[in-house]
């Protein structure tokens, strides 16, 4: 019988669960809809998790995120939800960065190549808009995350596009995409002003 807690989901998956242990995981926020996805993460085995995040908890923290409570209430948010975080399998190594998304942003000196994966959840504009512009300069995975209630949005961004050949394929499966359209669909795909389009 295999020792390694995770055998069932390599036996399942295969070399995706040995790439999910060997990985290296950035946390742009420590709220409570990262503090859920982390606990995903965690329980699957990730590698290795850092949080970056300066908020001292508050009363509103209590209400949404069951890594906190009451006794907390001051403390580091970062560090707390981390340590309850990690109990959940002590495997996994973790650490906090007290800084705002921002400040560890805007250094120059930040790491930020060293992740695999960059998750920021429920930030501003701003620190999506310079995490996208990382992550297009030095090649990083990231994941924007925001929810509003019941109410989410995911983006992800990666430098990579696969593009697959299917005439080497033994069977081919059927492309739908138009390589070289016809006139006169140009002429209808162009004739839409998307601009002016509204969004209904």
């Not at 960065?97 to 504009?125: C, F, Q, R, S, V």
Request: glycine share 6%; net charge negative; hydrophobic share 40%.
């Amino acid at each position: 019988m295999s020792k390694d807690k995770y055998d069932r989901q390599t036996r399942l998956w295969g070399e995706g669960q040995i790439l999910i242990s060997a990985s290296k995981l950035l946390c742009l926020n420590s709220d409570s809809l990262s503090s859920e996805i982390l606990k995903n993460l965690i329980l699957s085995g990730v590698g290795e998790v850092t949080i970056i995040d300066n908020a001292k908890i508050t009363k509103e923290d209590i209400k949404t995120n069951f890594f906190i409570d009451l006794n907390d209430i001051g403390k580091n948010r970062s560090e707390i939800v981390l340590k309850n975080l990690l109990e959940l399998n002590p495997d996994v190594k973790g650490s906090f960065i007290e800084k705002t998304a921002k400040e560890y942003l805007d250094d120059t000196n930040n790491d930020l190549g060293k992740y695999d994966i960059i998750i920021a959840a429920n930030l501003k504009k701003e620190e999506d808009n310079k995490i996208y512009e990382l992550s297009k300069k030095m090649g990083l995975r990231v994941v924007i995350i925001k929810n509003n209630g019941l109410f989410g949005f995911l983006r992800i961004f990666e430098n990579y596009h696969g593009n697959m050949c299917l005439r080497l394929m033994d069977n081919p499966v059927a492309d739908y995409r138009l390589s070289c359209p016809w006139k006169e669909l140009i002429d209808f795909a162009n004739s839409f002003d998307l601009e002016k389009m509204e969004l209904n």
